[in-house]
């Protein structure tokens, strides 16, 4: 959902400053030169999105985003379970009842 926001304002914005480009490039002076700006403003607030997001997926954080929050498992350092709101061990239900245990 988040992913087709970002996507519909992305092109809402490209095509918001395409058309002051248009716009501006019929005028004459310095409403010319402002509506260059704002293209190239409009242009650059289009492309943050489409970038933060992207920065997201690849350094980790758009992934899992609910992990602890929603009664996920965080592990420690040596790969045991930890409680994700305590940091205290927890014994499973499938552990449990294990034979070895």
């Known amino acids: 959902m988040f992913l087709l ?3 519909i304002f992305a092109t809402l914005a490209m ?4 058309f002051v480009l248009v716009v501006a490039g019929k ?3 310095g409403l010319q030169k ?3 700006v704002l293209a190239i403003w409009l242009f650059v607030l289009a492309a943050l ?3 933060a997001g992207g920065y997201m997926v690849v350094s980790g954080h758009g992934t899992g985003m609910m992990r602890g929050h929603m009664g996920g ?3 420690g350092q040596h790969g ?3 409680c994700a709101h305590h940091g ?4 499973t239900p499938m552990e449990e009842g294990h034979p070895s245990k």
Do not use: R, T
């Not at 205290?88 to 014994?91: D, E, S």
């Open 73 to 75: 498992w965080m592990h």
């Open 34 to 36: 402002f509506g260059k």
């Open 80 to 82: 045991d379970k930890l």
């Open 15 to 18: 095509l918001a400053g395409y």
């Open 49 to 51: 999105p489409v970038l």
């Open 27 to 29: 005028a004459e002076g």
């Open 5 to 7: 926001c970002i996507v």
């Open 88 to 91: 205290k061990g927890v014994v």
